[in-house]
């Protein structure tokens, strides 16, 4: 109840504060709303007109749609997030992902499958694959944080390397015992009702369970952004590491604990990606990383440094995935959607940047 009156207190203060500013003053109060909030304004009229064109668009089955693919990219969303607030980004988030896949499917393929990768290893249980996958992805991303903290790297070089050394184990994982780089498909039963069953429906349309997962995956990340001295650390790294550094904070391991952190996620969501595909390859995971930073600079997490919100990042994530799922609506070819892509990441990136010069 104190929020709610305090959030209408705020409101009528500032239609008062309005009301006295002079008529240029307005003018450059809604050019700047306009400007800043113009990715949105787009979106409400992609939504509009999407619909206009293909009224299948805001069924229940394509709400949900839209709901379940989101929910499989917060996980990489809110890890790269981290990466973002320290200055950063993580160019290797998609080949972890895809190796982290390919080790889930190769753990949990069927004991009865014919071509299986592992044939004298029984399917192991669900939970030491989550934990193995994010251990993997930990380590991966322990490697980045380090090189990062300890050598001043930039996180854009260090991570290009190590991507491309990821993407190097991940063609070697997938030759074992003569599989020869075929897809790892013939998962357990177990694994796909575990991620891809259903114990909810939205009238009648089933909801995936790893949307609930990725719903932990977000209370567990706003819990240790907003409430743990890790997360304050972070930030006044992120803001000014020279200054967090003569407050106390260890830079050097607030970096690395926040990009294994990330490797983390990234291991969960290449676990939730093994069995939401099916079949899993070499260019699983291919390019997730620049969904993920679009999104997170969408939903407010600056490449300034130390500015982003955990909601931020899962609205991001949901405004991107409408996009791309209205240009499937409307037809568009898969070439242009890149360039549409590229297109939101440069605008996203240039109002984030020139909101901060206006505080500048």
């Excluded at 050598?151 to 050394?165: D, S």
């Excluded at 992120?238 to 926040?258: C, D, L």
Aim: aromatic share 10%.
């Amino acid at each position: 109840m104190g929020v709610k009156m305090n959030m209408v207190s705020n409101v009528k203060q500032g239609f008062v504060n309005y009301k006295e500013l002079d008529k240029k003053d307005k003018f450059n109060f809604w050019k700047e709303a306009l400007i800043n909030n113009a990715l949105y304004i787009l979106l409400i009229i992609a939504v509009i007109y999407t619909y206009t064109q293909n009224q299948r668009f805001l069924t229940v089955n394509s709400i949900v749609n839209i709901v379940s693919l989101s929910a499989a990219n917060i996980p990489i969303a809110c890890g790269i997030a981290g990466c973002i607030v320290l200055t950063g980004t993580d160019l290797s988030a998609g080949r972890i992902v895809g190796l982290t896949a390919c080790i889930s499917a190769s753990l949990l393929q069927s004991a009865t499958y014919a071509t299986k990768m592992f044939p004298n290893l029984p399917v192991l249980p669900i939970p030491l694959v989550i934990l193995i996958v994010i251990i993997v992805g930990g380590i991966i991303g322990w490697v980045n944080g380090f090189f990062v903290a300890k050598f001043q790297l930039h996180p854009f070089i260090v991570t290009l390397a190590t991507q491309l050394i990821v993407y190097g184990l991940l063609l070697m994982y997938i030759m074992i015992n003569g599989n020869n780089g075929q897809p790892l498909s013939g998962l357990d039963k177990s694994f796909k009702t575990f991620v891809t069953g259903s114990v909810v429906s939205l009238f009648g349309v089933p909801i995936p369970n790893y949307v609930w997962y990725a719903c932990i995956v977000v209370a567990i990340m706003w819990f240790i952004w907003n409430k743990t001295t890790f997360g304050k650390n972070m930030f006044a790294v992120g803001s000014n590491p020279e200054a967090a550094n003569v407050s106390g904070v260890n830079v050097m391991k607030t970096t690395i604990m926040v990009h294994t952190l990330a490797g983390c996620m990234y291991g969960i969501t290449g676990f939730i990606e093994s069995a939401r595909i099916g079949s899993n390859q070499a260019n699983t995971g291919l390019n997730y990383e620049c969904d993920a930073i679009a999104a997170c600079v969408i939903g407010g997490v600056s490449f300034v440094g130390g500015t982003g919100k955990i909601r931020g990042v899962v609205l991001g994530v949901f405004l991107l995935r409408i996009i791309f799922v209205a240009l499937n609506f409307l037809s568009i070819n898969q070439n242009t959607q890149y360039i549409i892509k590229g297109l939101i990441i440069l605008i996203a990136c240039a109002i984030d940047m020139r909101k901060y010069l206006v505080r500048k």
